[in-house]
């Protein structure tokens, strides 16, 4: 629930206190937000790009609901640290992770955030102990400073400075990527984007100015996968807009069933400088 976070929550325009006030929350200065229906708030005051729309949105619950990465799951969880406190997963889509991470951690809150609205419809009521708010990473987050014990980010944009700002002297920053061989058995119109060669060397890069590396783990998982989880994979991310649908339905067909499909991600773990 949004209660459960306020506390950690900045007014995005004078990065004052937030309280409740009906259906909004509002800061002394007379900063207002409503709250949707779905239970988010929009502390935004823009935004960059509206992420995930809808059809990704839906496919990443299909795929997600069906177990298919709960090897995952089982990374974030082992690399985040016991002691209790705000878990914020920056770049949160459905919330599906975070919502592992406060199961395994029944002390701690959690706080989603996204751009995408369709994501933070679900990310809202991903788990009794979070509350997601509409927040774009590449700018300042409305929350406060030091406050986190974990953040993650899970194939998402990374925010170094923020990230620092946020989170506490003792906490962590858990960082998901894909690997150069990540779902590498799809080809053609079924690969999503494929990653740069060099990627591990730059969210390093990207990151070295506040956080100092402290594990690195490099998770092979094979998948057998039916057809309908691999349209599923296909839809949730970025290459689903490379391809028509007649072309992802036509290599779909040739696919055998089950198909064995292998997910090579990092998942590293860093600590503040």
């Given at each position: 629930?949004?209660?459960?976070?306020?506390?950690?929550?900045?007014?995005?325009?004078?990065?004052?206190?937030?309280?409740?006030?009906?259906?909004?929350?509002?800061?002394?200065?007379?900063?207002?937000?409503?709250?949707?229906?779905?239970?988010?708030?929009?502390?935004?005051?823009?935004?960059?790009?509206?992420?995930?729309?809808?059809?990704?949105?839906?496919?990443?619950?299909?795929?997600?609901?069906?177990?298919?990465?709960?090897?995952?799951?089982?990374?974030?969880?082992?690399?985040?640290?016991?002691?209790?406190?705000?878990?914020?997963?920056?770049?949160?889509?459905?919330?599906?992770?975070?919502?592992?991470?406060?199961?395994?951690?029944?002390?701690s809150v959690g706080l989603a955030l996204d751009v995408s609205k369709p994501?933070?419809?679900?990310?809202?009521?991903?788990?009794?102990?979070?509350?997601?708010?509409?927040?774009?990473?590449?700018?300042?987050?409305?929350?406060?400073?030091?406050?986190?014990?974990?953040?993650?980010?899970?194939?998402?944009?990374?925010?170094?400075?923020?990230?620092?700002?946020?989170?506490?002297?003792?906490?962590?920053?858990?960082?998901?990527?894909?690997?150069?061989?990540?779902?590498?058995?799809?080809?053609?119109?079924?690969?999503?984007?494929?990653?740069?060669?060099?990627?591990?060397?730059?969210?390093?890069?990207?990151?070295?100015?506040?956080?100092?590396?402290?594990?690195?783990?490099?998770?092979?998982?094979?998948?057998?996968?039916?057809?309908?989880?691999?349209?599923?994979?296909?839809?949730?991310?970025?290459?689903?807009?490379?391809?028509?649908?007649?072309?992802?339905?036509?290599?779909?067909?040739?696919?055998?069933?089950?198909?064995?499909?292998?997910?090579?991600?990092?998942?590293?773990?860093?600590?503040?400088?």
């Amino acid at each position: 629930m949004l209660a459960d976070v306020l506390a950690y929550l900045r007014c995005p325009v004078c990065h004052d206190r937030l309280a409740q006030s009906g259906p909004a929350v509002r800061c002394p200065r007379g900063h207002t937000y409503d709250v949707a229906r779905q239970g988010y708030v929009a502390l935004a005051t823009r935004v960059t790009h509206h992420g995930d729309d809808a059809a990704m949105v839906a496919a990443r619950e299909r795929l997600l609901a069906s177990g298919a990465y709960d090897f995952l799951d089982a990374a974030i969880v082992a690399a985040t640290p016991g002691h209790e406190g705000l878990v914020i997963d920056a770049g949160a889509g459905t919330g599906h992770h975070l919502a592992t991470v406060l199961d395994a951690r029944p002390g701690s809150v959690g706080l989603a955030l996204d751009v995408s609205k369709p994501a933070l419809r679900r990310a809202a009521r991903c788990h009794p102990r979070a509350g997601a708010v509409l927040a774009d990473t590449w700018r300042r987050l409305p929350v406060a400073d030091r406050v986190a014990a974990v953040v993650l980010n899970v194939f998402a944009p990374r925010n170094g400075a923020e990230f620092a700002r946020v989170l506490r002297r003792d906490g962590v920053l858990v960082v998901v990527t894909p690997a150069r061989e990540h779902l590498a058995e799809l080809t053609g119109a079924l690969r999503p984007v494929r990653v740069d060669p060099d990627k591990e060397r730059r969210v390093d890069a990207t990151l070295s100015r506040w956080f100092r590396p402290e594990d690195r783990r490099r998770v092979r998982h094979r998948m057998e996968l039916g057809r309908d989880q691999v349209a599923a994979l296909v839809a949730m991310g970025p290459g689903a807009r490379h391809a028509t649908p007649a072309e992802v339905a036509a290599a779909l067909a040739d696919l055998p069933e089950p198909a064995t499909v292998t997910a090579v991600v990092d998942v590293r773990r860093y600590r503040p400088r």
